[in-house]
């Protein structure tokens, strides 16, 4: 459990935020410079509130009330930066275990030799970071971070300096750390795609202050995305299996892991082996709705879906619909009237092989 009301003012910036978390990963979203990055120094203790409380589980860290603020290396919070912030003078096994050789042998709740395997570190222990790669550094703050058996896992955009190779590489150790270790996380990140790859339950934040909260998925998010996400934001995010390739087409086929059997979807092409499960992204606006399937026309997927809900904000339309999966499309009110959209209404939803691209591999 996470609670928080802070307020904080630097300068010209204010920040004054209030919420609550019961889920094991939470997802912070938004603009630069909304308070992102404040927010997780405030919880850290690198910066003192100038008033409220902060309580992670069953401690209180911070209570301006009641005098307490714990430092820094008495939170037990686990922070991982955009940069790796390696020793540079140590080895990666030296760096691993800074923290891990601090923490009182009746705390320490993860095993060095567990986190070097997860995160396939074996290789790297006896190299210096001037010598590693930008995902390879990120991977060593990942560990050194769970060896100090944290309670709450931070993470300040730890990958806005990868190119989106080197984060195809890294999103799936951060979801093997979730899945093994259940280390409550908050993760900060202006990329919504990066963020669902890891959780469902995001924070907005604007100008210091929680302007929308909720599950992604269930739509608890769209009134607020609507007028202020732009298209862009609006994304499908769907954890799929590899069927095969066509190489004369150029194309992955897919089996969409969903409610009963999805029919199948064609991807532009990307490397893998029949059986890997992948992560895939769907943008809202490269979905087109049909009221019945379209036989003379190019595009591939074209799949039969029932509405579930239409959600109205200025002049535009998010349709949630059931395809197997749960997807969204955005529409203007226009095209929602040419269609007579409606709750249990049966439509097609046509999109492009290349509209769906590859986000990374499970594991």
């Known amino acids: 459990m996470l609670e928080l ?33 404040t927010l997780l120094a405030l919880i850290a203790g690198l910066l003192t509130p100038h008033c409220g409380r902060i309580q992670v589980g069953e401690t209180v860290l911070f209570d301006h009330a009641a005098g307490v603020n714990l430092p820094p290396h008495r939170r037990r919070i686990g ?18 275990t800074y923290g891990h050789r601090l923490v009182p042998l009746s705390q320490r709740l993860i095993d060095p030799d567990e986190v070097i395997a997860l995160l396939e570190l074996e290789p790297l222990l006896t190299r210096r970071p001037a010598s590693l790669s930008g995902g390879e550094a990120q991977r060593v703050a990942l560990g050194r971070a769970l060896l100090c058996s944290p309670c709450l896992l931070l993470c300040d955009e730890p990958l806005a300096a990868l190119d989106g190779r080197r984060k195809a590489r890294i999103l799936p150790f951060l979801r093997r750390v979730r ?31 929680l302007t929308a909260h909720g599950d992604y998925l269930r739509g608890e998010l769209d009134h607020w995305l609507l007028p202020h996400g732009g298209d862009h934001t609006l994304v499908n995010v769907v954890r799929a299996e590899l069927v095969g390739h066509c190489e004369q087409e150029g194309t992955t086929t897919l089996a969409p ?21 992948v992560l895939v992204a769907l943008g809202a606006d490269e979905i087109a709705l049909t009221p019945t399937a379209v036989p003379m026309i190019s595009i591939q997927n074209q799949i039969a879906a029932r509405v579930t809900a239409l959600v109205r904000e200025q002049g535009r339309v998010l349709c949630r619909l059931d ?15 040419r269609l007579q959209l409606k709750a249990g209404q049966t439509v097609f939803c046509l999109f492009k092989a290349r509209a769906v691209s590859l986000l990374g591999l499970e594991h």
């Open 5 to 37: 009301d802070v307020g904080f003012a630097r300068g010209r910036f204010d920040l004054d935020l209030q919420a609550r978390s019961e889920q094991p990963f939470v997802g912070v979203f938004g603009p630069s410079g909304c308070g992102k990055s």
């Open 179 to 209: 899945d093994r270790f259940k280390v409550p996380m908050v993760y900060v990140s202006h990329d919504l795609r990066e963020l669902l790859q890891l959780g469902s339950r995001v924070w907005v934040m604007e100008q210091g202050r």
């Open 79 to 96: 922070m991982i930066f955009q940069n790796a912030r390696l020793f540079p003078h140590k080895t990666v096994a030296a760096n691993l």
């Open 257 to 277: 892991l969903g409610t009963g059997s999805p029919p199948p979807w064609s991807a532009a092409r990307f490397d893998g082996a029949p059986g890997a499960r």
């Open 323 to 337: 395809i197997g999966v749960p997807v969204v499309a955005a529409l203007t009110e226009k095209g929602a009237e």
